[in-house]
T-cell receptor, first 110, second 116 residues
């Protein structure tokens, strides 16, 4: 298993703006998942993109995957104050075992 | 949707006592569960993989005698922090892979352990 590395570490934007977070990883993957964590809570699954997919949408979320660059991005459009949270990517190689990077702390200011 | 229930959400104990944390999959069976530890403003550190009916697999550097894991049924895994000390104070989170397809995992809400 390997962990993803998120970038930036922290991001502060105004409500209504878009937020983009990036993830890099080191080896081949089966899929890559994005999770969200509100302060003091567990993680919530947001979206999964498989290695043979390049882009995926879910509501205001858009995820891209570039396996040649071993990178992924998460775009949150029209952000809301309630989107304030930490966001983690988790590359999966096998066996459901996920490891996480430091995450991106997103703050959306009203 | 599938839910993983973790209990207790918060525990405060004296140094030297043991604390048990439960992780239950509520509407699906989980032959595997994962236990994580998280320090403030840091990432989740995978501690161990809990396997139903067999021994847990611990990550490097995690003391198996300190953090006892039992996965006695297809819906329940427990983590016992034995002889807890202040340095064990942390946020512990469990997760279970959803077995209905999709490769996603469901996480418990976490347990905040404070050892005095």
């Amino acid at each position: 298993s390997q962990q993803g590395e998120e970038d930036p570490q922290a991001l502060s934007i105004q409500e209504g703006e878009n937020a983009t977070m990036n993830c890099s990883y080191k080896t081949s993957i089966n899929n890559l998942q994005w999770y969200r964590q509100n302060s003091g809570r567990g993680l919530v699954h947001l979206i999964l993109i498989r290695s043979n997919e390049r882009e995926k949408h879910s509501g205001r979320l858009r995820v891209t995957l570039d396996t040649s660059k071993k990178s992924s991005s998460l775009l949150i459009t029209a952000s809301r104050a309630a989107d304030t949270a930490s966001y983690f990517c988790a590359p999966e190689t096998s066996g459901s075992r996920l490891t996480f990077g430091e995450g991106t702390q997103l703050t959306v200011n009203p | 949707g599938a839910v993983v229930s973790q209990h207790p959400s918060r525990v405060i104990c004296k140094s030297g006592t043991s604390v048990k944390i439960e992780c239950r999959s509520l509407d699906f069976q989980a032959t595997t569960m994962f236990w994580y530890r998280q320090f403030p403003k840091q990432s989740l550190m995978l501690m161990a993989t809990s396997n139903e009916g067999s021994k847990a697999t611990y990550e490097q550097g995690v003391e198996k005698d300190k953090f006892l894991i039992n996965h006695a049924s297809l819906t329940l895994s427990t983590l016992t922090v034995t002889s807890a000390h202040p340095e064990d104070s942390s946020f512990y989170i469990c997760s279970a892979p959803w077995t209905g397809g999709g490769d996603i995992q469901y996480f418990g809400a976490g347990t905040r352990l404070s050892v005095l």
